[in-house]
């Protein structure tokens, strides 16, 4: 069950996604998944966050193939924050599982994360990023953010998704509109792992009010040396 109550959603339409399909003639139609918004359970969280600048989040994606694919978010990148290294993420898979596909902006890492219920997925600074929906079972996933943040959508829009295409037939499938000296797709899984201190250790709602483990959010250039310890690297 999510901590906080899922109402009034932003609906991401599957028309959406078409700028960022496999198959650009791909037919469907109606929603493909929701997202809830700076959620809070009372106002005294609501509060906290405002004042540190922090977003909590929920996505809710259903069980579905699209033209083959395993659906799948649009994919951002994160812009800049005012210390000049671009702003981090952190989801929280609560239900279901979850592939996170992370490429760096200048295409020297690509990398597929896999999650499980419970398990956090910290985006690096620098990573742009698209979340899949590997099963036929609901996703729900958690997310905290900078609300000094906005996504930037442009970058995968510009090359018709991301680096790799996931299909529900087992096939990972080089995008081929990106050059040909791009990295092979290396996996990293993180079930069973834990994030080095000081970034989170618990569920993400559980971290509202520890202003110490939620530093990183709007202050990602201090946290170069402790990105480096993350299971995505060791």
Same mark, same amino acid.
């Given at each position: 069950?999510p901590?906080?109550q *899922? #109402?009034? $959603?932003?609906?991401?339409?599957? +028309?959406?996604l078409? %700028?960022?399909?496999a198959?650009?003639?791909?037919?469907?139609?109606?929603?493909?998944?929701?997202?809830?918004?700076?959620l809070?359970?009372?106002?005294?969280?609501?509060?906290?966050l405002?004042?540190?600048?922090?977003?909590?989040?929920?996505?809710?994606?259903?069980?579905?193939?699209?033209?083959?694919?395993?659906?799948?978010?649009?994919?951002?990148?994160?812009?800049?924050?005012?210390?000049?290294?671009?702003?981090?993420?952190?989801?929280?898979?609560?239900?279901?599982?979850?592939?996170?596909?992370?490429?760096?902006m200048?295409?020297?890492?690509?990398?597929?994360?896999?999650a499980?219920?419970?398990?956090?997925? *910290? #985006?690096? $600074?620098?990573y742009?990023?698209? +979340?899949?929906?590997? %099963?036929?079972?609901?996703?729900?996933?958690?997310?905290?953010?900078?609300?000094?943040?906005?996504?930037?959508?442009?970058?995968?829009?510009?090359?018709?998704?991301?680096?790799?295409?996931?299909?529900?037939?087992?096939?990972?499938?080089?995008?081929?509109?990106?050059?040909?000296s791009?990295?092979?797709?290396?996996?990293?899984?993180?079930?069973?792992?834990?994030?080095?201190?000081?970034?989170?250790?618990?569920?993400?709602?559980?971290?509202?009010?520890?202003?110490k483990?939620?530093?990183?959010?709007?202050?990602?250039?201090?946290?170069?040396?402790?990105?480096?310890?993350?299971?995505?690297?060791?």
């Amino acid at each position: 069950m999510p901590p906080v109550q *899922l #109402i009034n $959603p932003d609906i991401r339409d599957f +028309t959406e996604l078409l %700028s960022v399909m496999a198959d650009p003639d791909c037919k469907s139609e109606g929603p493909a998944y929701e997202m809830f918004r700076d959620l809070a359970k009372n106002d005294e969280d609501k509060n906290w966050l405002m004042q540190h600048k922090v977003r909590y989040d929920i996505t809710r994606i259903p069980g579905r193939v699209i033209c083959g694919e395993w659906i799948k978010t649009k994919g951002h990148y994160h812009q800049s924050a005012p210390d000049g290294f671009a702003y981090t993420e952190i989801y929280e898979v609560l239900e279901g599982e979850a592939l996170y596909l992370l490429q760096k902006m200048d295409l020297s890492d690509i990398i597929l994360v896999r999650a499980r219920k419970g398990d956090l997925v *910290l #985006i690096p $600074p620098g990573y742009g990023h698209v +979340t899949i929906n590997s %099963s036929k079972e609901t996703l729900l996933m958690a997310n905290l953010v900078s609300s000094e943040f906005t996504s930037d959508y442009l970058p995968f829009e510009n090359m018709q998704g991301a680096a790799y295409y996931l299909f529900a037939d087992g096939r990972t499938v080089k995008n081929p509109r990106y050059p040909d000296s791009i990295p092979a797709l290396r996996e990293a899984t993180c079930h069973g792992k834990t994030l080095p201190l000081p970034f989170p250790q618990v569920t993400l709602y559980s971290c509202i009010g520890d202003e110490k483990s939620l530093a990183f959010l709007n202050a990602p250039g201090s946290f170069m040396e402790e990105y480096k310890k993350l299971y995505l690297f060791t």
